[in-house]
């Protein structure tokens, strides 16, 4: 089992900003891919950014040039500084991780985080 534990959400003003991390632990071989997602009530569940253990990174248009991810691959955590914030930035914030569990099975499994409530109002 992998676990996955996200901080950093809470209620913030708009043009604010609030950077969410998130820190894998458990049995695993290697980390693949970390990353970010967001549902709000009623709506489907999108991207928001992702990073491989290269630091390839990839944006939801709608986040592109305010939010930055990052991850320390020793330390197996992600990070998102989220800028200048919108309220339709409001959802609950996943944490997602894929992971390779053995040196011989080269499978990859998906695990998720439990969310963080992120809330954009003034």
């Known amino acids: 089992q992998v676990q996955l534990v996200e901080s950093g959400g809470g209620l913030v003003q708009p043009g604010g900003s609030l950077r969410l991390s998130c820190a894998a632990s458990?049995?695993?071989?290697?980390?693949?891919?970390m990353g970010w997602y967001r549902q709000a009530p009623g709506k489907q569940r999108e991207l928001v950014a992702t990073i491989t253990s290269g630091g390839s990174t990839d944006y939801g248009d709608s986040v592109k040039g305010r939010f930055t991810i990052s991850m320390d691959n020793a330390k197996n955590t992600v990070w998102l500084q989220m800028n200048s914030l919108k309220p339709e930035d409001t959802a609950v914030y996943y944490c997602?991780?894929?992971?390779?569990?053995?040196?011989?099975?080269?499978?990859?499994?998906?695990?998720w985080g439990q969310g963080t409530q992120v809330t954009v109002s003034s």
């Open positions: 458990g049995s695993f071989f290697s980390l693949n891919t």
């Open positions: 997602r991780t894929e992971i390779r569990s053995s040196s011989w099975n080269a499978v990859q499994y998906a695990y």
